[in-house]
């Protein structure tokens, strides 16, 4: 089991709740396990666990 928290920084814009429910709903949806995404100011956090696949930089593109 692999479990793994990726920060990514809002230059530009920030996250409203739609588009964090939506992010949740398509990582949900492509069969990510274990989904938690949030918004802190700028910043968007996304914690999931890939039983999809073999190497994780796979799982983030």
């Keep these: 089991m692999?479990?793994?928290l990726?920060?990514?920084?809002?230059m530009s814009q920030s996250v409203d709740a739609q588009n964090v429910d939506d992010l949740?709903?398509?990582l949900i949806?492509?069969?990510f396990e274990n989904v938690l995404?949030?918004?802190?100011?700028?910043?968007?956090?996304?914690s999931y666990e890939?039983?999809?696949y073999r190497?994780?930089?796979d799982a983030i593109k």
């Design 2 to 4: 692999i479990l793994i």
């Design 6 to 10: 990726i920060t990514l920084l809002i």
């Design 24 to 26: 949740y709903r398509k």
């Design 29 to 31: 949806d492509e069969g």
């Design 37 to 46: 995404v949030s918004n802190s100011d700028s910043t968007l956090y996304v």
């Design 50 to 52: 890939n039983r999809l």
């Design 55 to 57: 190497f994780e930089i």
